[in-house]
């Protein structure tokens, strides 16, 4: 029963994340059972483990859904992943990267222009790519722990995904990600915040009025929060400019 319910757990978890399941989207335990072709402990199972990670919202008598994304936990991931990364690619830029890192970082950006080149774009792809080349300095510099817990907030890495789907900016991130790849190649520390700030930002500014209106009914929107996160990230931006 333990290997069928982690095979539902790890299904649902990836449906979660990448959207397949909206937030806020029953999942009927009937109907997991049913495709899984199970009874209902092991999916009972599955259920409280993705409630304890905070993709589950069970409630006695109405069934199980899709948690809500809060935006406030979006804001303050942003924040912290700005100040860490900021600090983890100048480390990688003392130890002047080799012309093979540089070269596997240009073909991940390379790779990121092929998949967006046709008519239509697999999100799904794009997302791990993205996630890869920022993936790439955290390891060489020994902090894939910290990446991990990065991509461990689930609120923030379903908003990345629906950044991609709601807005389709993957050329906004394909230059930016140019930049950065120039700054680093370069070795010009003082363009780093400003570069990556900007891009780690850019998300919350494309989806924009999208979270208060299309997309609404996904979010927990705490106004004083937003306000708060709102005004900050004017702040910042006046700042670096």
Not at 124 to 134: I, T, V
Request: hydrophobic share 40%; net charge negative; with cysteine.
């Amino acid at each position: 029963m333990a290997e069928i319910s982690t095979t539902i757990f790890e299904q649902l978890k990836r449906e979660i994340i990448s959207l397949e399941i909206i937030p806020g989207g029953k999942i009927s335990e009937s109907d997991i059972c049913a495709r899984f072709s199970v009874t209902r402990p092991p999916v009972r199972t599955a259920f409280q483990r993705l409630q304890d990670m905070g993709l589950l919202e069970i409630t006695p008598y109405k069934g199980a859904r899709a948690s809500l994304i809060s935006l406030s936990s979006v804001h303050q991931m942003i924040f912290l992943r700005s100040t860490v990364e900021t600090q983890v690619i100048k480390d990688f830029m003392d130890l002047c990267p080799s012309p093979l890192e540089l070269e596997e970082l240009e073909h991940n950006i390379r790779m990121q222009k092929l998949l967006t080149a046709g008519k239509y774009v697999d999100e799904k792809q794009f997302f791990l790519l993205d996630s890869a080349m920022h993936e790439f300095w955290f390891d060489k510099m020994r902090c894939s722990m910290v990446w991990k817990m990065i991509q461990e907030d689930i609120d923030y890495e379903r908003f990345r995904m629906l950044d991609f789907v709601g807005t389709q900016g993957y050329m906004d991130s394909i230059k930016d990600h140019v930049r950065l790849f120039q700054t680093i190649k370069n070795g010009d520390k003082d363009q780093i915040i400003p570069i990556l700030s900007s891009h780690l930002n850019a998300g919350l500014r494309r989806m924009g009025n999208l979270i208060h209106t299309e997309y609404k009914q996904y979010f927990i929107l705490d106004e004083d929060d937003n306000a708060y996160w709102g005004g900050y990230n004017k702040r910042i931006e006046e700042l670096l400019k």
